[in-house]
């Protein structure tokens, strides 16, 4: 079945360091990849999407290129900020026809904390 | 626009108790799916209702059930609570199921305690 993996946390950086979160998947069909985003107390939020091999996906600063090849999606960021300290979920949907169309497959999450 | 609506924000059970949690969709969202999230699993499909037809289902025992109304507000029970349905209960909306753009919506969670 359907798995992601991603690096486990938590993460401590200082403001303005670089970030790189990792993840790998196991996937059947040709999956969607996504980044979701917790902050604390609140629900996830879709972060950046890639729909198919080498798309970029990017927002609020944050970059992810899907890697077919290598079977990743890493996570990115030049230079975090505070507001950045959050929880990073990768997660895929397998957009082969089927059930499983209708859920996506999360990575354990990683514990991002920003110190200024 | 309104997000997504999850009810009761937090509650306490014992075991032995069955628990019903509440999910009201974005507006015009015809797709409700379930998650589980714990620290130990991390964040596990449930199952995923359209157009109150249940579309796909996790691995759970069938202690836990969920069903969609017309208007696409969702509910998922627990019957029998056992020590390991601790967890936080996350809903998301989105108009086909998420499968094709990821793009679910998540409320904010509902934190089931169970004693």
């Known amino acids: 079945g359907n798995s992601v993996t991603q690096m486990e946390g938590p993460v401590t950086l200082s403001e303005e360091a670089f970030l790189t979160i990792n993840c790998t998947y196991t996937?059947?069909?040709?999956?969607?990849l996504f980044w979701y985003v917790q902050y604390p107390g609140e629900g996830l939020q879709l972060l950046l999407k890639?729909?198919?091999?080498?798309d970029k996906g990017s927002n609020k600063g944050f970059e992810a290129t899907y890697r077919k090849e290598t079977t990743s999606f890493h996570l990115e960021k030049g230079s975090v900020q505070v507001s950045d300290s959050a929880v990073y979920f990768c997660?895929?949907?397998?957009?082969?026809?089927?059930?499983?169309?209708?859920?996506?497959?999360f990575g354990k999450g990683t514990l991002l904390t920003v110190n200024p | 626009k309104a997000g997504v609506t999850q009810t009761p924000r937090y509650l306490i059970k014992t075991r032995g108790q069955q628990v019903t949690l509440s999910c009201s969709p974005i507006?015009?969202?015809?797709?409700v799916s379930w998650y589980q999230q714990t620290p130990g699993q991390g964040l596990q499909f449930l199952f995923e209702?359209?157009?109150?037809?249940?579309?796909n289902k996790g691995n759970f025992p069938g202690r836990f059930s969920g069903r969609q109304f017309s208007n696409s507000r969702s509910e998922m029970n627990v019957s029998t609570l056992e020590l390991g349905d601790s967890a936080l209960y996350l809903c998301?909306?989105?108009?086909?199921?998420?499968?094709?753009?990821?793009?679910?919506?998540f409320g904010e969670g509902s934190r089931l305690t169970v004693l």
């Open positions: 998301a909306s989105s108009l086909d199921g998420g499968g094709g753009t990821g793009e679910l919506f």
């Open positions: 996937a059947t069909g040709y999956p969607s």
């Open positions: 890639a729909t198919k091999a080498d």
């Open positions: 997660a895929l949907s397998d957009s082969y026809s089927g059930g499983s169309n209708y859920k996506l497959t």
């Open positions: 507006s015009g969202h015809r797709s």
């Open positions: 209702y359209f157009s109150e037809t249940q579309r």
